[in-house]
C-alpha cells in the first residue's frame, strides 16, 4: 500500500502566479489535512477535508487560499497570486476514519516545498 | 535518511499521574524535533521544539520534553496527567542537512479519570 503522494515536490513560482499542491491519500483513506511549514518553526494546521467536505479550515488564510478534496482524484491546495511570504514546505496527511470521540493516525506525505521568486 | 520512531501506539495513565510518550529519532546533522497533539476532528497542533540550548523544553498545556543526544530520544512529559490531555501525540524530527521533516506514527494518549 502506497504511502501518502504529494506532488510536486518543488515548486518555484514566481509572484503574482498560481501553485497548486496535489495530494494522493493512502488507499482507502477519505480524510485529508494539509500544514504548512515555515522557516524555522514548526507545522501549522490549515485545513481538513473529507471527501468533497470542508471539514475544518481554521487555519487557512482568508484569501488567496483555497482547499478542494474532490469525489475522484487527489485533494488540491491552492494558492493564487502567490508572494514571497508563501514560500513554504506544505504538508499533507491522510486518515482512514474520525470516528466520534477519537482521531485515526495521520499519515503523513513527504512534502511540496514551495519557493516564490 | 532521517527517521522518527514512537514505539508505543498507545499509552494509558491515570488522571494525576505523571505522563511519559516515547520518541526517538535519527537524523545525519543536528535535529530539531518537535511535539505536535491531535484532538478528535482537529489538526495537529504545535506543542514544542527543541533547536538548541537547554535539553529539557518547556510547552504548551504543561508538556515540556527532554532531549537526550545520547540516546537520540525527545520524551514527550507531563508530570501530572489530566483527562483533557487524551489525544493523539506525534514526534516529528527536522534535518537540517537536508531539510526535511519526518514525523512518527502517533501514540495515542488515553488519561482515565
Known amino acids: 500500500n502506497a504511502g501518502v503522494m504529494q506532488n510536486p515536490r518543488h515548486l518555484v513560482r514566481r509572484r503574482g502566479q498560481e501553485a497548486r499542491l496535489r495530494c494522493s491519500p493512502m488507499?482507502?483513506?477519505?480524510?485529508v489535512y494539509w500544514y504548512r511549514q515555515l522557516p524555522e518553526e514548526g507545522l501549522k494546521f490549515m485545513v481538513y477535508?473529507?471527501?468533497?467536505?470542508?471539514?475544518?479550515e481554521s487555519g487557512m488564510p482568508k484569501e488567496r487560499f483555497s482547499a478542494e478534496f474532490p469525489k475522484e482524484g487527489p485533494s488540491i491546495l491552492r494558492i493564487q497570486q502567490v508572494v514571497r511570504g508563501d514560500s513554504a514546505a506544505y504538508f499533507c496527511?491522510?486518515?482512514?476514519?474520525?470516528?466520534?470521540?477519537?482521531?485515526?493516525?495521520?499519515?503523513f506525505g513527504p512534502g511540496t516545498r514551495l519557493t516564490v521568486l | 535518511a532521517q527517521s522518527v520512531a514512537q514505539p508505543e501506539d498507545q499509552v494509558n495513565v491515570a488522571e494525576g499521574n505523571p505522563l511519559t510518550v516515547k520518541c526517538t529519532y535519527s537524523?545525519?546533522?543536528?535535529?530539531?524535533l518537535f511535539w505536535y497533539v491531535q484532538y478528535p476532528n482537529r489538526g495537529l497542533q504545535f506543542l514544542l521544539k527543541?533547536?538548541?540550548?537547554?535539553?529539557l523544553v518547556k510547552g504548551s498545556y504543561g508538556f515540556e520534553a527532554e532531549f537526550n543526544k545520547s540516546q537520540t530520544s525527545f520524551h514527550l512529559k507531563k508530570p501530572s496527567a489530566l483527562v483533557s490531555d487524551s489525544a493523539l501525540y506525534f514526534c516529528?524530527?527536522?534535518?537540517?542537512?537536508?531539510?526535511?521533516?519526518?514525523f512518527g506514527a502517533g501514540t495515542r494518549l488515553t488519561v482515565k479519570p
Open positions: 527543541y533547536i538548541t540550548g537547554d535539553n
Open positions: 496527511a491522510s486518515s482512514l476514519t474520525a470516528a466520534r470521540g477519537g482521531t485515526d493516525t495521520q499519515y
Open positions: 488507499k482507502g483513506h477519505s480524510h
Open positions: 477535508l473529507q471527501k468533497e467536505n470542508i471539514i475544518d
Open positions: 516529528a524530527v527536522r534535518d537540517m542537512i537536508f531539510n526535511d521533516m519526518r
Open positions: 537524523v545525519s546533522g543536528n535535529p530539531y
